[in-house]
């Protein structure tokens, strides 16, 4: 597989890290700190839309009582108070759009024969393969216990649910994702090298922490 500019610039990083602290995982980790650094931004845009999102939500709440009967018309109402206070409903997904580009980018490196040692390791398991805690006897998909991957899948789910909150009625797609997301990690991240997932635990462990204080913040 060719290496392009963007997974150049995260080999580089990730191995100048490595030999930093002596371990590719610990490598990882800091790549990811660094990342959730960059991005901050536009977790703080982020977080500005969810507060428009909540500011009108009393005004949605009439509106949907109101046009109950009529789903095209109370879109057309709706969409008209996202525009009268400059919100857009999708914001939210805009780091997770990001994340997602990071997500396979690192996956890219890390598919690579000639990225990282094959032999790289992080606690118990070798960063290019899953981390296969328990064997299960039966082959597929699912013949091993990940642990990361489910950790994955809890952590996902908290994030949403937090990042979410107060906007599910006025912002079905955010509730949707709150549900259907998680799932979707599950069976993306499953089999996919444990170097990937423990970026993605990291980084979605680092965001429920982050968005614990901006919750904070609020009270």
């Known amino acids: 597989m060719r290496i392009g500019p963007l997974e150049g610039v ?7 890290l490595s030999e930093f602290t002596g371990n590719y995982g ?17 977790t703080i845009k982020q977080e500005k839309s969810m ?37 857009n409903p999708m914001a939210g997904c805009l780091p997770l759009f990001v994340q997602m580009c990071i997500f396979i ?30 064997k ?4 597929g998909m699912f013949s091993a216990i990940n642990i990361f991957p489910l950790l994955n899948t809890v952590v996902t789910f908290f994030q949403q649910k937090m990042m979410s909150t107060g906007t599910q009625d006025s912002n079905p797609q955010m509730k949707t994702m709150l549900y259907t ?16 997932s423990l970026y993605w635990f990291t980084s ?14 609020r009270n």
């Open 10 to 16: 995260f080999l580089t990083t990730l191995k100048k």
């Open 136 to 139: 299960l006897p039966f082959t």
């Open 105 to 134: 980018t690192l996956f890219r490196v890390l598919n690579d024969a000639n990225s990282i040692p094959n032999d790289a390791t992080f606690l118990w398991f070798n960063l290019k393969q899953p981390d296969a805690l328990v």
């Open 181 to 196: 997301l998680p799932l979707v990690i599950l069976v993306m991240t499953y089999n996919m090298p444990s170097g990937v």
């Open 204 to 217: 979605s462990l680092l965001a429920v922490i982050q968005q614990f204080f901006i919750m904070k913040g």
């Open 26 to 42: 610990i490598g990882i980790i800091l790549l990811t700190v660094l990342i959730r650094v960059i991005i901050l931004p536009l």
């Open 51 to 87: 507060k428009k999102m909540r500011d009108i939500q009393p005004e949605v709440d009439k509106l949907r009582e109101k046009y109950k009967d009529n789903p095209q018309e109370m879109q057309i109402k709706m969409q008209e108070i996202y525009k009268k206070n400059q919100v």
